[in-house]
């Protein structure tokens, strides 16, 4: 099969190209962008006039709720979501039912996505045996299974002697140790931030300490250890102050955003909304805005959806009561570009955050446009506006805190391994 993409906005994070050109792809893989290769004729034309051709979107943190809660959501109907967003590479946390602490467990879950021949997989292993926090997994043949990376969700480790004791087998091997920081024992049963929204509403409360004091702990043992660490859905300006702090003394620390929280503060939980009901909890107004800097001088890597898609019933409950979680597969991309066009971010280095530095994080060959490699590519248009509906969403969960909002930029195409998986 021989694809031309012309006339479109050709964007490149990894490189910087941004200019209008074409793109031709042949078996699958991008062959030339530019000038048309020798002997080429296409099987199939997509003219992508006033459209952005990038790389496919990568984002590194989705539920995809299988194996064990397909009540929940399905891999078919997530990954329906996942291409419908311009996501072609996504990775999903451990906390399956049962986690993913099980070669076996892995490599099924890796060849049902497969078969459904769409966004590429790449599962995060379980660090503790059923993410219970007292055994280690063998991260060794879990590794080998097809794990890019080792955490525990949302899962605690209340143990520091088992934490160092997992960084330690990381750093031998070399794995990337993925943890939310947060201390339990400080966040204890609360479901809103420490401020003056759940004082009013009379909601229990997490402060930032149950933040940093995880923070601390975890840099403390990774510079001890020499271990890659990835610290996941970073909620806090002391937060980010202490990456910062972490990574001029040059310690092996990267961090991500969930893009809720940079759009979002507690000031929208204020009308009980269960959509908002998220983990960690929307912070202050200060918090919002330290982690809009963050992103954008870098202190923070990336930016994921933190895609967890709950059933309606589990919503509909009392805010304290309700799970808590929110699906973004579909909002990623116009998100970033909300926060880019606030933020007065250009649009190469705003997809990054979503593209080839989430790539890097994973440390997979993904979210740049080199020839020779698969041609996993999401094509939008930047100006269009669309309506968050919650029939209009592919994703099993509707929910989301934007329901009803109007954002900007729209996908109209989707590429996977050169085959057009999705069009609007």
Same mark, same amino acid.
């Given at each position: 099969?021989?694809?031309?993409?012309?006339?479109?906005?050709?964007?490149?994070?990894?490189?910087?190209?941004?200019?209008?050109?074409?793109?031709?792809?042949?078996?699958?893989?991008?062959?030339?962008?530019?000038?048309?290769?020798?002997?080429?004729?296409?099987?199939?034309?997509?003219?992508?006039?006033?459209?952005?051709? *990038?790389?496919?979107?990568?984002?590194?943190?989705?539920?995809?709720?299988?194996?064990?809660?397909?009540?929940?959501?399905?891999?078919?109907?997530?990954?329906?979501?996942?291409?419908?967003?311009?996501?072609?590479?996504?990775?999903?946390?451990?906390?399956?039912?049962?986690?993913?602490? @099980?070669?076996?467990?892995?490599?099924?879950?890796?060849?049902?996505?497969?078969?459904?021949?769409?966004?590429? $997989?790449?599962?995060?292993?379980?660090?503790?045996?059923?993410?219970?926090?007292?055994?280690?997994?063998?991260?060794?043949?879990?590794?080998?299974?097809?794990?890019?990376?080792?955490?525990?969700?949302?899962?605690?480790?209340?143990?520091?002697?088992?934490?160092?004791?997992?960084?330690?087998?990381?750093?031998?091997?070399?794995?990337?140790?993925?943890?939310?920081?947060?201390?339990?024992?400080?966040?204890?049963?609360?479901?809103?931030?420490?401020?003056?929204?759940?004082?009013?509403?009379?909601?229990?409360?997490?402060? $930032?300490?149950?933040?940093?004091?995880?923070?601390?702990?975890?840099?403390?043992?990774?510079?001890?250890?020499?271990?890659?660490?990835? #610290?996941?859905?970073?909620?806090?300006?002391?937060?980010?102050?202490?990456?910062?702090?972490?990574?001029?003394?040059?310690?092996?620390?990267?961090?991500?955003?969930?893009?809720?929280?940079?759009?979002?503060?507690?000031?929208?939980?204020?009308?009980?909304?269960?959509?908002?009901?998220?983990?960690?909890?929307?912070?202050?107004?200060? /918090?919002?805005?330290?982690?809009?800097?963050?992103?954008?001088?870098?202190?923070? /890597?990336?930016?994921?959806?933190?895609?967890?898609?709950?059933?309606?019933?589990?919503?509909?409950?009392?805010?304290?009561?309700?799970?808590?979680?929110?699906?973004?597969? @579909?909002?990623?991309?116009?998100?970033?570009?909300?926060?880019?066009?606030?933020?007065?971010?250009?649009?190469?280095?705003?997809?990054?955050?979503?593209?080839?530095?989430?790539?890097?994080?994973?440390?997979? @060959?993904?979210?740049?446009?080199? #020839?020779?490699?698969?041609?996993?590519? *999401?094509?939008?248009?930047?100006?269009?506006?669309?309506?968050?509906?919650?029939?209009?969403?592919?994703?099993?969960?509707?929910?989301?805190?934007?329901?009803?909002?109007? #954002?900007?930029?729209?996908?109209?195409?989707?590429?996977?391994?050169?085959? #057009?998986?999705?069009?609007?």
């Amino acid at each position: 099969m021989k694809i031309l993409i012309k006339n479109g906005r050709v964007i490149d994070p990894k490189s910087g190209m941004d200019a209008v050109s074409d793109v031709y792809i042949v078996a699958g893989k991008i062959v030339a962008i530019g000038a048309q290769p020798d002997r080429f004729q296409a099987n199939h034309i997509i003219d992508a006039k006033g459209l952005v051709v *990038c790389p496919g979107l990568v984002d590194i943190s989705v539920r995809l709720r299988e194996p064990g809660l397909e009540y929940k959501a399905t891999l078919e109907s997530e990954m329906r979501a996942a291409v419908a967003g311009g996501v072609t590479s996504l990775a999903c946390p451990p906390d399956t039912d049962p986690p993913l602490d @099980e070669p076996g467990l892995v490599e099924m879950l890796k060849h049902r996505a497969k078969s459904l021949n769409q966004a590429h $997989v790449y599962p995060i292993g379980a660090l503790t045996q059923g993410l219970q926090g007292d055994r280690l997994t063998e991260m060794a043949e879990l590794f080998d299974a097809g794990c890019v990376a080792f955490g525990q969700s949302d899962k605690q480790l209340l143990d520091s002697r088992v934490l160092m004791r997992a960084m330690q087998y990381a750093s031998t091997f070399n794995f990337s140790v993925w943890l939310r920081p947060e201390d339990a024992g400080i966040s204890n049963s609360g479901v809103a931030h420490d401020g003056e929204v759940a004082t009013r509403l009379g909601l229990p409360a997490i402060p $930032v300490c149950a933040e940093t004091v995880a923070i601390s702990n975890i840099v403390l043992i990774a510079r001890e250890t020499g271990a890659r660490v990835h #610290l996941s859905k970073v909620s806090s300006a002391e937060g980010v102050a202490m990456v910062r702090a972490a990574k001029q003394q040059g310690l092996p620390v990267t961090c991500d955003v969930a893009v809720n929280y940079i759009h979002l503060s507690e000031m929208d939980v204020s009308f009980f909304d269960s959509n908002c009901h998220l983990v960690p909890p929307l912070r202050g107004i200060s /918090d919002r805005d330290a982690l809009r800097v963050g992103l954008k001088d870098g202190t923070i /890597d990336v930016v994921c959806s933190d895609h967890s898609p709950v059933d309606e019933d589990a919503k509909l409950l009392p805010f304290g009561e309700s799970e808590a979680g929110a699906i973004g597969l @579909e909002l990623l991309l116009s998100l970033i570009l909300k926060w880019a066009t606030e933020m007065k971010i250009p649009l190469v280095v705003a997809l990054a955050k979503i593209t080839s530095e989430s790539a890097k994080i994973l440390g997979v @060959e993904a979210g740049h446009l080199s #020839l020779g490699v698969a041609a996993d590519l *999401c094509i939008f248009d930047p100006d269009q506006y669309w309506k968050v509906e919650a029939a209009s969403l592919k994703s099993q969960g509707k929910n989301t805190p934007f329901l009803g909002m109007e #954002l900007q930029g729209k996908v109209k195409y989707t590429l996977a391994n050169g085959i #057009l998986v999705y069009e609007d």
